[in-house]
């Protein structure tokens, strides 16, 4: 599916990819669940986040905080506030340190639990998109926080482009395993 362009696709993509996430979870063996991910003998892998996550817990976890991000993010700027997407003193240049943040405070967490969160935040998100127009959500300047980008953009990176970032790397570590 194309990059969404309009409210409906996007809609539809976030909630099509994240049935795509969840059925791959649950298609995944017993080893697949408690093998720890390693990817270190791919040297094309070399993103901070294939050393980052190790299991698909992790993965989940990651996507549940993307999606606290956006949430914040767009309550952040309702009635005219500005806030920025990344936290302080976080920026797109520093994005790694934020994840690994992420991860450390999420470790006592487990795949039950990330499940539950992700479920939730995910159908948060859909609900947060609903409540904008098409032309709020694609529209150049309609969003002033997200600059010369459009806000329908950024749910698409928290969601559909998210959810197949996930799914790649699950499936990396399912190859892996074999």
Known sequence: MPRPRNKEDLLLAAEENFEKLNTLIDSLSEKEMTTSFDFSADVKKTEAHW???????????????????????????????????????????????????????????????????????????????????????????AFPAVGGSVLGSYFVSATSSHYDWAIRKIKAHQKNCK
Not at 65 to 73: A, G, Q, S
Not at 81 to 109: C, D, G
């Open 51 to 141: 050393k980052r996550d190790k299991n698909v817990r992790d993965v989940l976890i990651h996507l549940y905080e993307w999606h606290r991000l956006m949430l914040r993010f767009v309550d952040g700027n309702a009635d005219g506030k500005t806030m920025q997407f990344l936290p302080k003193p976080y920026n797109w240049r520093t994005i790694a340190s934020m994840n690994q943040v992420f991860w450390e405070q999420n470790q006592e967490t487990d795949m039950e639990e990330a499940k539950k969160l992700l479920a939730m935040s995910h159908a948060e998100v859909l609900e947060k998109i609903k409540g904008f127009s098409n032309e709020e959500l694609f529209l150049s300047k």
